[in-house]
C-alpha cells in the first residue's frame, strides 16, 4: 500500500516561526538584563520609589483643604492624579536609559552577538514595566495610609493600575524614538519634559478643570492625560466605566500602532 501523501512544509515558514521564536526568547532575556540593572543599581528607581511618596505629602497638605476642604475629600482627586503623573513621567527613563546604552557602544556588543537584532529594545520597554508597576503599588499603598479608601474595590483598583501601566508603556514608544534619533540622553530627557509638563499640569490631575479660567479648560479636556485621569478616577473610586476608558485606549492604541514601527525602523538602521 501507498503511503498517505503528506503536505509539504514551507522552510521558509519554519524559519520564520523558528525566528520569532527566537526573538521572543531573546527579548525576554534582554528584559532580565534590565531588571538585573535595576537590581545592581537601585538608585535608578528613585523617580518612582521617591516622587510618589513626596507627591502625594506635598500636594495633598497644600491643595487638600482649599480645593476639597480638608485633606479626606482631596485622596480621591489627588491619588490618581499622582499615580497617572508618576508612571508617564517615568517612561522618559526608556529613551535616555536606551540613549546611554547607544552611545556607550553596548548596543555594538550585541550585534556580535547571534541574538534578534530586536531583542534589546524589546527587552528594554518590558523592563520599563516594572518601574511602573511599582510606581503603581507605591502611590496606592502612600494613598491608603493616608486614608485613602478606593469604593471601586480591589479589583477595580487593579484594573486602573493596569490601565496606567499599559498607557504608559505605550507612552514609552514615543521617547524611545526620541532616544534613538537623539544625539544625547540630555537631550531626550529635555524634548519629553517639555511634552509631558504642559499635558500633566495643564489636566485635572491635581485640580478639577471647572476651577480654571474658561480659555483654559478647553485644553484640559481634550488633554489625553486628563482622559486617563478620569478613567482612573472612574475605575478607582466607583467601579464604573465610561466614554474616557475606550479614548485613551484608542489613543494608546494608535500611539503603538504609530511610534512603535518608526522606532524599530530608526533603531533596525542603527543596529
Not at 505605550?170 to 504642559?198: D, E, H, K, N
Request: proline share 5%.
Amino acid at each position: 500500500m501507498k503511503k498517505p501523501a503528506t503536505m509539504p512544509v514551507s522552510k521558509s515558514h519554519l524559519s520564520n516561526k523558528s525566528s520569532f521564536k527566537q526573538a521572543v526568547r531573546n527579548s525576554l532575556t534582554m528584559a532580565y538584563r534590565g531588571i538585573l540593572k535595576i537590581r545592581r543599581t537601585p538608585e535608578q528607581l528613585f523617580d518612582v520609589t521617591f516622587q510618589p511618596i513626596i507627591f502625594t505629602l506635598m500636594f495633598t497638605y497644600i491643595f487638600g483643604g482649599a480645593i476639597a476642604g480638608n485633606v479626606e475629600n482631596y485622596l480621591p482627586i489627588i491619588i490618581p492624579g499622582i499615580l497617572v503623573q508618576t508612571v508617564i513621567t517615568g517612561s522618559v527613563v526608556t529613551g535616555t536609559q536606551l540613549r546611554e546604552d547607544m552611545d556607550k557602544g553596548v548596543f555594538d556588543r550585541f550585534k556580535s552577538l547571534p541574538i534578534a537584532r530586536i531583542a534589546p529594545l524589546a527587552g528594554a520597554l518590558l523592563a520599563d514595566t516594572i518601574r511602573y508597576t511599582i510606581a503603581t503599588v507605591l502611590t496606592f499603598s502612600m494613598g491608603f495610609v493616608l486614608g485613602y479608601r478606593p469604593e471601586g474595590g480591589i479589583g477595580s483598583v487593579v484594573i486602573a493600575g493596569l490601565l496606567v501601566i499599559a498607557c504608559a508603556w505605550a507612552i514609552s514608544w514615543i521617547f524611545a524614538f526620541f532616544g534613538v534619533i537623539a544625539r544625547t540622553a540630555s537631550s531626550v530627557q529635555g524634548i519629553s519634559m517639555l511634552i509631558l509638563f504642559p499635558l500633566t499640569f495643564l489636566s485635572n490631575a491635581f485640580v478639577p478643570a471647572d476651577t480654571m479660567p474658561n480659555w483654559l479648560q478647553w485644553f484640559v479636556k481634550i488633554n489625553p492625560i486628563s482622559h486617563l485621569v478620569t478613567a482612573v478616577r472612574d475605575l478607582a473610586n466607583s467601579g464604573t466605566v465610561g466614554w474616557d476608558l475606550i479614548i485613551t485606549l484608542i489613543g494608546a492604541a494608535v500611539i503603538v500602532a504609530i511610534f512603535a514601527p518608526i522606532t524599530v525602523r530608526a533603531y533596525m538602521r542603527k543596529a
